[in-house]
């Protein structure tokens, strides 16, 4: 039974997001026609941020951003003047910008929020003391990881701006979502503004129905993607559903996970083996590019290319772990791990393990899995998962070389990762079992474990 402690945690969204990724092949006119609307939207892009600027930016700071109603005149009237000052059009024209005013709309609307973030920080900034603001500039201040925040020396007022798309990176274009997705044969659909797309794969693998998104992407290596975003809600969480696990992350012997039935989930050898090689050429270049005088704009692309395909292939290898994990089991319980918990270190063997398993990254494929499919995902404080032996309150502190060893308290031998493992089972269900709970006294139950 679970304890009445596991509750759920406060940012748990009722809904989560997935994306569906398609390779398409597009006619010329479509690429041509995508390669416009680009630039419409990086020109419609600076002319708007251009224009919140002088309206609102820091010589305006009494002005508050409009919201509601007043925000989507804000807008139209935004619209109208690029129409009219960089095309000379009193009315938006689909046939001459190749977007639509529909997606014209939802992109400004996205830029006026990221600008009333902005917004705040300046406002924030006109606190600061004129030393501080000194110091911000000769970057001086640090934040609370040690790292300056402002290596290119940028005054206060740039502190969180948002930066003009000069160079002209935008790569996807969104598509309105009003009319539905026609499917008119096995590789053939047809979308809003771009017309038919022929599919790589079937269409029968995906999902066109309830969508939130649609995007037309251009990839750097010329080819397209047809992304679709779908909502849905979460399962009700159930933490006293059957079967529940344990995981434990670890990468030793290139094993990523193992569970609390003693199970081990490994990484396969030959995706290590080619993780390795583009490791190998991305070192190779980086070299090449500290050794190179002059412009460096081709090594640098080789090496994003390579990084990309890198990373790609070790997400398509968590998804894998995640099916496996998760498929089996109707409640998932493992470490509470964050984005800025596994940092570079002085080791290299820990280094090389972060290098092959991002432990953030597969944590949030392996929760993705879990709630297309309906599973509960339990988090739990990870303090001393592997060094308290189970079922006792025995804390015996091993070298992380040490796999196994023998118990003082039961004389059984002990495994590294399967004590771990049941630890963080027993202590995610019934988090007043948690040694943090019971060594500090100002912790309690609801601080250990939360359902995701």
């Given at each position: 039974m679970a304890e009445p402690w596991v509750k759920e945690k406060r940012s748990r969204t009722a809904t989560f997001a997935f994306t569906?990724?398609?390779?398409?092949?597009?006619?010329?006119?479509?690429?041509?026609?995508h390669l416009h609307a680009l630039i419409i939207q990086d020109q419609l892009f600076n002319y708007s941020l251009n224009y919140m600027y002088k309206t609102y930016g820091r010589k305006h700071i009494d002005r508050k951003i409009p919201t509601g109603r007043?925000?989507?005149?804000?807008?139209?009237?935004?619209?109208?003047?690029?129409?009219?000052?960089?095309?000379?059009?009193?009315?938006?024209?689909?046939?001459?910008?190749?977007?639509?005013?529909?997606n014209a709309q939802l992109f400004l609307?996205?830029?006026?929020?990221?600008?009333?973030?902005?917004?705040?920080?300046?406002?924030?900034?006109?606190?600061?003391?004129?030393?501080?603001?000194?110091q911000f500039k000769q970057n001086i201040i640090k934040d609370k990881r040690g790292k300056h925040r402002?290596?290119?020396?940028?005054?206060?007022?740039?502190?969180?701006?948002?930066?003009?798309?000069?160079?002209?990176?935008?790569?996807?274009?969104?598509?309105?979502?009003?009319?539905?997705?026609?499917?008119?044969?096995?590789?053939?659909?047809?979308?809003?503004?771009?017309?038919?797309?022929?599919?790589?794969?079937?269409?029968s693998e995906y999902d066109f129905s309830d969508v939130k998104v649609i995007k037309l992407k251009r990839k750097d290596d010329?080819?397209?993607?047809?992304?679709?975003?779908?909502?849905?809600?979460?399962?009700?969480?159930?933490?006293?559903?059957?079967?529940?696990i344990g995981i434990d992350w670890n990468m030793t012997n290139n094993v990523a996970y193992h569970d609390s039935n003693d199970k081990q989930y490994q990484l396969p050898a030959?995706?290590?083996?080619?993780?390795?090689?583009?490791?190998?050429?991305?070192?190779?270049?980086?070299?090449?590019?500290?050794l190179t005088h002059g412009s460096t704009k081709k090594l640098d692309k080789k090496i994003q290319k390579f990084s990309a395909k890198r990373a790609q292939l070790l997400t398509e290898a968590y998804r894998?772990?995640?099916?496996?994990?998760?498929?089996?089991?109707?409640?998932?319980?493992?470490?509470?791990?964050?984005?800025?918990?596994?940092r570079k270190s002085t080791g290299k063997a820990k280094n090389r393990k972060l290098a092959l398993l991002k432990p953030y990254e597969a944590k949030k494929v392996i929760q993705n899995r879990a709630f297309k499919?309906?599973?509960?995902?339990?988090?739990?404080?990870?303090?001393?998962?592997?060094?308290?032996?189970?079922?006792?309150?025995?804390?015996?502190?091993?070298?992380?070389?040490?796999?196994?060893?023998?118990?003082?308290?039961?004389?059984?031998?002990?495994?590294?990762?399967?004590?771990?493992?049941?630890?963080?089972?027993d202590w995610g269900l019934h988090p007043i079992h948690h040694i943090k709970v019971k060594t500090f006294a100002k912790v309690t139950a609801t601080m250990v474990s939360s359902i995701i």
């Open positions: 569906e990724k398609l390779k398409v092949t597009l006619s010329s006119e479509q690429i041509l026609q007043d925000r989507n005149t804000l807008i139209n009237y935004i619209i109208n003047l690029f129409l009219n000052e960089k095309y000379q059009l009193k009315r938006w024209s689909y046939k001459a910008l190749s977007l639509s005013s529909h609307q996205t830029l006026i929020i990221n600008f009333n973030e902005y917004q705040k920080k300046l406002r924030a900034g006109f606190k600061w003391s004129d030393k501080i603001k000194f402002n290596p290119q020396h940028n005054s206060w007022y740039k502190h969180g701006h948002l930066r003009f798309n000069l160079k002209s990176k935008t790569r996807a274009v969104e598509i309105q979502k009003n009319t539905p997705i026609q499917i008119l044969s096995a590789h053939v659909i047809k979308v809003p503004n771009f017309g038919i797309l022929h599919l790589h794969k079937r269409a010329g080819t397209y993607q047809f992304q679709i975003v779908h909502v849905r809600p979460k399962a009700p969480a159930n933490v006293q559903a059957k079967p529940a030959e995706v290590i083996a080619k993780a390795d090689w583009y490791e190998h050429q991305i070192n190779k270049l980086k070299r090449k590019r500290s894998h772990l995640a099916i496996e994990i998760v498929d089996p089991v109707e409640v998932v319980v493992m470490e509470k791990i964050g984005a800025k918990d596994m499919q309906g599973v509960t995902v339990v988090e739990v404080d990870a303090y001393k998962t592997s060094q308290v032996e189970y079922g006792t309150e025995s804390i015996d502190k091993h070298p992380l070389s040490q796999r196994e060893w023998v118990s003082s308290v039961t004389g059984k031998v002990v495994n590294r990762d399967h004590n771990a493992a049941l630890n963080i089972l």
